[in-house]
């Protein structure tokens, strides 16, 4: 079969690792980003599970530990900042991961090695998005916001949560596959101060608020402000400028202990969090990945949401699963025996195998996330009582509780991936 031509919208993380495996199969990729650089804003990320062999298959385990951040682990805290509970980073290379893991890295850095992993192979288009697309038996003909048209053989949604591929390849009444959890989640990076370590630390309000912070820079941390409500208060706000936005949350967190008064004063210095955005989290959840030629990966096809700290995994190794499904079905000679059309079996092989593990990943522990974010001060001890009679026995349950980093789903190995990477020493060694 002649090789295929393939467009990403979605330059983060899942596209560009997609467009990675298939310019090595020898595909003709193009990726386009709507923003007009390079995306390297963003939070800390981790891999877990199948996440980390498929980075290590791409080759890039030495430079993810050079660019990773070395956190501690994770620590409850009280009003005063008293520890309440400890989970340490499992770095002896077995078993599940912790609430940290050893492949701790920001979003940005990732995204630059993605890019650098392709680039010279992959065609980058910045600037410009998919503004429609019509298909046939054969082909997708896109139009782009600048106003060229191109026909592709394949055409991937890798454009995040609230994707425009989505919403184009679905039909016009189809209902609303982002399903919310009661939760929003406002994220930006205030200066560090004395006693920020590289740990990062939970502390829970009363009212199903939490302050989350974790450092990742000699002179900056990340702070997180999260909120269990099905009140649309938020959702409202979001929808206003970034002062307004910033101003709702202080106001909601304006009792709140620990060091929430000075993270909230960093806030809202607009030089110092320069980087805020909020967020209602959810999880996408569609009955198909695919349309005919047209495909999703990614937070567009399953994003499980940040409460399950599964998100990086699942993109990454979507990415790998379907390039891989492509590579065994259109990177071999015609034959009477194989799939009439190769590239719609390997779209659904694509589902069919990597289902399975996403159906995991989105099914949450009973209570999730309302469980991390208590009503109370009674709800809140109890939990941290909880949390800490597991870290006294090692109890790796309460972890998986709020995570669902899981070991049931087995990463297919594909010989055409395989063979592909063969010039690449350090992937061909972790192979």
Request: glycine letters at 10%.
């Amino acid at each position: 079969m002649a090789p295929l031509k393939v467009l990403i919208c979605g330059g983060g993380i899942a596209g560009p690792a997609l467009a990675f495996w298939l310019s090595k199969l020898g595909h003709d990729v193009t990726v386009v980003e709507r923003f007009p650089s390079l995306r390297v804003s963003g939070q800390q990320l981790d891999l877990r599970g199948p996440g980390i062999p498929v980075m290590k298959r791409m080759g890039l385990e030495d430079l993810f530990r050079a660019q990773g951040i070395k956190e501690a682990g994770m620590q409850f805290v009280d009003d005063n900042g008293k520890q309440k509970a400890f989970y340490p980073v499992n770095t002896s290379g077995e078993g599940l991961q912790s609430f940290t893991t050893e492949y701790e890295i920001m979003r940005g850095d990732l995204c630059r090695m993605l890019w650098n992993l392709g680039k010279d192979h992959v065609k980058y288009i910045f600037g410009v998005h998919v503004e429609s697309f019509e298909q046939d038996a054969d082909s997708v003909s896109v139009k782009f916001s600048d106003g060229k048209e191109e026909q592709f053989d394949l055409l991937v949604g890798a454009d995040g949560q609230g994707s425009r591929t989505r919403r184009m390849m679905l039909e016009p009444n189809a209902p609303d596959p982002f399903h919310f959890m009661n939760l929003y989640i406002a994220y930006f990076t205030i200066p560090r101060e004395e006693g920020d370590e590289y740990m990062s630390t939970l502390y829970n309000a009363p009212g199903k608020r939490f302050v989350f912070t974790r450092r990742h820079a000699p002179g900056k941390i990340q702070a997180y402000l999260g909120y269990c409500t099905s009140s649309d208060k938020l959702d409202n706000v979001k929808k206003s400028d970034i002062a307004e936005q910033k101003k709702a949350w202080a106001e909601l967190f304006a009792d709140a202990a620990w060091k929430t008064p000075r993270i909230i004063r960093d806030m809202q210095n607009d030089e110092a969090a320069n980087d805020f955005y909020s967020q209602e989290v959810g999880q996408v959840r569609l009955d198909s990945w695919s349309r005919g030629r047209v495909v999703l990966l990614g937070d567009a096809a399953y994003c499980p949401s940040p409460a399950t700290g599964m998100g990086t995994t699942s993109g990454l190794t979507g990415a790998y699963v379907l390039a891989g499904e492509i590579g065994k079905y259109c990177n071999r000679l015609e034959s009477s025996n194989g799939p009439k059309d190769p590239v719609s079996h390997a779209l659904s092989e694509y589902d069919r195998k990597f289902r399975p593990f996403i159906t995991e990943v989105q099914t949450l522990g009973p209570g999730m996330p309302n469980v991390v974010a208590p009503e109370t001060r009674w709800g809140i001890s109890v939990m941290h009582f909880i949390l800490w009679m597991a870290a006294l026995l090692g109890i790796d349950a309460v972890a998986q509780w709020f995570l669902r980093e899981q070991n049931s789903w087995r990463l297919p190995f594909y010989d055409e991936l395989y063979s592909a990477i063969q010039r690449t020493p350090e992937a061909k060694k972790s192979c």
